[in-house]
């Protein structure tokens, strides 16, 4: 995979050479990589290509685009080339006792989770997916309103990568034009009133193609195409877990009112009409914003309600 990653074509013969195969095992190789997802392309005479090359996941690019004072937060960055979910992983970390600072990041997810028990669609090589581990010693309490303040720091990571334009749909979707680009997945364990850890799952989609995005039953976009400039997956890596530590670190201190006016500044749906669809019911109202605890504030039939919780989704009209 690693020769083929720059895009140019290799032949048969040159990559069984190289790779000390015979032929036919680099044909089966190829296969390989394509039931990946993988565009590869073959032509005769010049062998095989990945189309746009792929930039693979590089734990000293990534580290590269660290700040001085993030630097000491990064407590461990794991790199797998396949995992079911970098989230469990992270939860079955954290469960052992794992320390802050705990990252994952995958090529490929088998099982990626999103909210409210949706699958993530998260194909080889394309996209971002990455989780981390922060633990808060005074409970659920102290993460209050989070959710929200990783989709401000994610935006805020996007837009130092070169991507502008971005919104933010309640609790921490974030769209380009009505099309989802990335989404935020956050678990807790341990124990709710004392020492907890949460688990902080993001995933970005840069340059997905079509064919694995079919299961997606949303309209979906791709940061890739958003910048003038390329967007490199490890400098995208390096500023979120950047904006992440240090977002966590200063969390307990400042909490979600440090960020509940840029999250204001950029939410789709302000003064719109819109349901909110819960566990066995929906309901429908204006947005009017949201409180410091980062919890909807609705108007339903002219009396002001308050939503949170993360098994809430909220969709707009027309
Ligand atoms: C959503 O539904 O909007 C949340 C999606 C979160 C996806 C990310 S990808 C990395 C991490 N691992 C997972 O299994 N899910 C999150």
């Known amino acids: ?19 000390g195969i015979s032929r036919s095992a680099v044909w089966k190789q190829v296969k390989k ?73 995958a090529e490929e997810q088998t099982n990626g989770r999103g909210r409210r028990g949706k699958s993530w669609v998260s194909p080889y090589g394309c996209n971002l997916y990455l989780s981390l581990v922060w633990g808060f010693d005074g409970g659920v309490k102290e993460i209050e309103g989070l959710s929200l303040a990783v989709a401000v720091v994610v935006l805020r990571g996007l837009r130092l990568s070169g991507v502008e334009g971005l919104s933010l749909k309640w609790p921490n979707d974030l769209l380009y034009q009505n099309k989802k680009i990335g989404g935020i997945l956050l678990e807790v364990v341990g124990d709710p009133s004392g020492y907890c850890q949460v688990v902080i799952g993001v995933g970005i989609n840069i340059n997905m193609s079509e064919q694995p995005s079919r299961s997606i039953g949303q309209a979906w976009g791709n940061v890739g195409e958003l910048s003038d400039s390329k967007i490199g997956r490890n400098q995208l890596a390096g500023v979120m877990i950047d904006q992440l530590l240090l977002l966590l670190s200063k969390y307990k201190k400042i ?36 409180d410091d605890s980062g919890a909807l504030i609705l108007e339903v039939d002219g009396a002001v309600k308050i939503f949170s919780g993360g098994e809430i989704s909220l969709r707009g009209f027309e």
């Not at 995979?1 to 790779?19: A, N, P, Q, V």
């Not at 992270?90 to 705990?102: F, I, L, V, Y």
């Not at 909490?255 to 819960?278: A, P, S």
Request: net charge neutral; proline share 1%.
């Open 1 to 19: 995979m690693i020769i083929l990653s720059d895009g140019k074509y290799h032949s048969g013969e040159d990559l069984g050479k190289e790779l």
């Open 255 to 290: 909490g979600f009112v440090g960020y509940k006016e840029e999250w204001l500044q950029h939410d789709t749906f302000m003064d719109k009409r819109v349901k909110l669809l819960m566990m066995n019911n929906s309901v429908e109202g204006i947005v009017r914003g949201i």
């Open 33 to 105: 990589i394509s039931a990946l997802g993988v565009l590869l392309e073959s032509k005769k005479g010049c062998g095989y290509r990945i189309s746009g090359g792929l930039e693979l996941l590089d734990s000293g690019l990534i580290q590269q685009q660290l700040s001085v004072a993030v630097k000491p937060l990064l407590s461990n960055m794991q790199i797998l080339s396949t995992v079911s979910s970098t989230n469990m992983l992270a939860r079955q970390h954290a469960e052992q006792g794992n320390a802050s600072g705990w990252v994952v990041l």
